[in-house]
């Protein structure tokens, strides 16, 4: 399964941005599929998942800002990221749950 990620720029603390990942595959409706981002100098760390079914799981630091939803017939998962703050400043990357591969991600930054 490829990806591709996109929807990420420059805001300002407090703003939203939504995310989107568009997969290469129709098997992508199969896979568990989360996001995960890198800050600079830090490793990659997990922000939220969704199984097939549509059930979500958040990492505490996002928990009731951000949200993530697909749609299997499209191929597409997003995350929609509220109440944005400097500390969110990464490059964030999709992923399907037992697939090595990343895509290029996409890069945001949060000005204070």
């Known amino acids: 399964v490829q990806l591709v990620e996109s929807g990420g720029g420059l805001v300002q603390a407090g703003d939203s941005l939504t995310l989107s990942c568009v997969a290469s595959?129709?098997?992508?409706?199969?896979?568990?599929m989360a996001w995960f981002r890198q800050a600079p100098g830090k490793q990659r760390e997990l922000v939220a998942s969704?199984?097939?079914?549509?059930?979500?799981n958040y990492q505490d630091f996002v928990k009731g800002r951000f949200i993530i939803t697909r749609d299997n017939a499209k191929n597409m998962v997003w995350l929609q990221m509220n109440d944005l703050q400097p500390e969110d400043t990464a490059v964030y990357y999709c992923?399907?749950?037992?697939?090595?591969?990343w895509g290029q991600g996409t890069q945001v930054t949060v000005s204070s």
């Open positions: 992923k399907a749950a037992g697939i090595d591969y």
């Open positions: 595959e129709r098997t992508f409706r199969m896979y568990a």
């Open positions: 969704i199984i097939h079914t549509g059930r979500a």
